[in-house]
């Protein structure tokens, strides 16, 4: 703890001013970058959530310590943790590809409003760190994950296609390739035409790259679309 920051850690104006500015910074800090990378939870709601997060503990520190009344001061907090995971949940989707996105966000999310709560207790020192971590994993960690698995032979397969043998045509395609194919989720669409879908794991043994699976499924007799996911 810095005790040169002490003298902001009371209930009066300057400290709650200190820590509801502060909250705005770390929450929109966390935010821009969600922003710069087109997410549904960006710049404006990681502000609203830190700084909501830091109103609510200091109102719980205010009203026990100015209005002297009985009061559990981490109760407002912790259904803060709680109820911002119905924000969260609103932010992951699952695509037609039958892929799960906005998990990052939502985490995202998680943690603006746990740096709101250090604001709003006046643990400065926590919400700076937490923040600064945060930007680590958002930025670097993403790039240093992008280069790791930049050579990955995995790659998930999303293909819509008329009748069951283009699947089967799909299947053999692989093996010609020498492509392992470690999972298959099929479904049905239902917008009434009658074709289906279907999702496939691939494993690339012989260096097959992931332009060239896709041209090959691409090419068989009765498929509709063949994409990355």
Same mark, same amino acid.
């Given at each position: 703890m810095l005790h040169c920051l002490d003298f902001l850690r009371g209930m009066d104006l300057l400290s709650v001013t200190v820590r509801v500015l502060l909250?705005?910074?770390c929450g929109g800090m966390i935010g821009i970058e969600r922003s710069e990378k087109r997410r549904p939870a960006g710049f404006r709601t990681h502000i609203l959530i830190c700084l909501g997060a830091a109103m609510t503990t200091a109102t719980s520190q205010y009203v026990y310590v100015v209005l002297g009344l009985y009061s559990d001061v981490a109760r407002l907090g912790a259904q803060v943790i709680a109820g911002i995971s119905?924000?969260?949940? @609103? &932010?992951?989707?699952? !695509?037609?590809?039958?892929r799960v996105r906005g998990l990052t966000t939502a985490a995202g999310l998680w943690v603006a409003a746990i740096v709101g709560l250090c604001c709003g207790a006046g643990f400065y020192e @926590? &919400?700076?760190?937490? !923040?600064?971590?945060v930007l680590v994993a958002e930025v670097f960690f993403s790039k240093l994950e992008y280069r790791l698995l930049r050579d990955n032979r995995e790659v998930t397969v999303y293909a819509e296609y008329a009748s069951p043998s283009c699947l089967e045509e799909m299947v053999s395609r692989c093996h010609m390739l020498g492509i392992k194919i470690v999972d298959v989720e099929?479904?049905?669409?239902?917008?009434?035409?009658g074709s289906s879908c279907a999702v496939l794991a691939l494993l690339s043994r012989q260096g097959a790259d992931?332009?060239?699976i896709l041209q090959t499924l691409g090419g068989v007799e009765g498929v509709l679309t063949v994409v990355e996911t």
């Open positions: 909250a705005v910074l119905f924000i969260g949940a @609103g &932010a992951i989707i699952m !695509t037609k590809w039958r @926590g &919400a700076v760190y937490g !923040t600064a971590l099929i479904t049905k669409k239902g917008d009434g035409s992931k332009e060239e």
